[in-house]
């Protein structure tokens, strides 16, 4: 109680104060709404159904991205650990992607795809080297004695996957993951906003924004956050369960 006292509750309270001061100095709500205002502005947007559905598909458009780069990047992954080959031949590409600034991938993914495409293809790039190396460095790092001793006792191939591959890669595999998935909730987000899709928390940003509605833009944001949080956190909490089931089934 005390550690959630001094990480959340203390912190959170000191800005709310900074915030409220600052607003009172400015005395702008269209430079900087007061958080009350905020808040009330906060409580008319969830009382709207169409909010909603805002919030749903741009949930959906990041599991959606999140689903398609895990799939692929594990593949990647697998080839990069087990093969040099595949390494070499992979290292510039992922590299590439690294370096290229969201924006432009957003960009360009506007003249491919529809509007609801473009977040989640560019949420899958952008995601895609973070998972591979994660897998890719979990395979690596797999103790060669465990290797030798699955030899020496003839273990089949879906026994070593069981008790070796899974259990050395999957804390590797799992940090990336999640690194990956508050990545890719930032990113449609961002692609929403440029993209505008009809139903998109996204494009509720820029609408307030069009609008000059500074009170609405703080209150989505505020509430993106809040999403982020939540979505990692249920995340973490089923890697967590996943390590538990693979400890008690081991």
Known sequence: MKKILF????????????????????????????????????????????????????????ILS??????????????????KSFSLLLKMPLSVIKATP???????????????????FVSVLMTLPIITSSVALGIANIDIKLRQMARVYGLTKKQKILHIYLPSVFPSFASGALSAFGLSWKVVVAAEVI??????????????????ETADVFAISL???????????LLAAFFKSCMKWREKDA
């Open 7 to 62: 990480v959340f509750f203390i912190p959170t309270a000191i800005l709310l104060c900074v915030w409220y001061l600052a607003s009172i100095h400015i005395a702008s709500s269209l430079i900087l709404p007061s958080p009350l205002f905020v808040f009330t502005r906060f409580v008319l947007l969830i009382k709207e159904s169409l909010f909603w559905e805002h919030v749903f598909h741009t949930i959906m458009r990041t």
């Open 66 to 83: 999140f689903v398609y780069s895990l799939v692929i990047s594990i593949i990647l992954g697998i080839a990069i650990g087990f093969s």
């Open 102 to 120: 969201v924006v432009s991938f957003i960009l360009l993914a506007l003249f491919w795809f529809t509007t609801s495409q473009v977040p989640i």
């Open 195 to 212: 993209s505008l899709p009809k139903r998109a928390l996204g494009t509720s940003l820029q609408t307030a924004k069009v609008h000059i």
């Open 223 to 233: 509430l993106i956050i809040a999403l982020s949080f939540i979505l990692e956190l």
